[in-house]
């Protein structure tokens, strides 16, 4: 349920090495280091499982849950216009890290993606994150 070699097990899980939003025994939240939009978070089972296929029936339908509770709160605290929520499965369906994770991206009217994808500075993430957390904190599902 750990793989040395899986960036999220050793940097997000592991290490901490993130701008967390949520967490719990089973499931992380945290910002993307390269968001293509502000408040782009993503949503990960500590344990790794590679995608839709063999993740965990129970932890998925716990993930889900946070990822309404984390939409939700970035709808409230980012004042966002709308959400796209995304999961890639394999290589030739772009995901890029090979752990389950689901993309909870905020959208504005007529702002456009930044598909560029500059890496982040964890001090500008944090802040982000600080008010996500806050508003996590209102949620009830
Ligand atoms: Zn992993």
């Not at 995304?86 to 598909?115: F, L």
Request: charged share 25%.
């Amino acid at each position: 349920m750990y793989d040395e070699t899986c960036v999220f097990c050793r940097e997000i899980a592991n290490k901490g090495n993130a701008a967390f939003v949520y967490g719990n025994s089973n499931i992380l939240a945290f910002m993307d280091n390269a968001p293509i939009e502000e408040g782009h978070v993503l949503v990960i089972p500590r344990n790794h499982y590679e995608n839709i296929y063999d993740v965990d029936k129970d932890i998925y339908l716990e993930l889900q849950l946070a990822v309404k509770r984390i939409a939700i709160a970035i709808r409230e605290t980012l004042k966002t216009d709308g959400l796209n929520i995304g999961q890639n499965n394999g290589r030739v369906a772009n995901q890029m890290v090979m752990h389950y994770h689901v993309h909870i991206i905020p959208r504005y009217y007529r702002k456009k993606i930044n598909w560029e994808r500059e890496t982040a500075r964890i001090d500008d993430l944090e802040i982000i994150a600080t008010r996500i957390r806050a508003g996590i904190k209102e949620v009830e599902l």
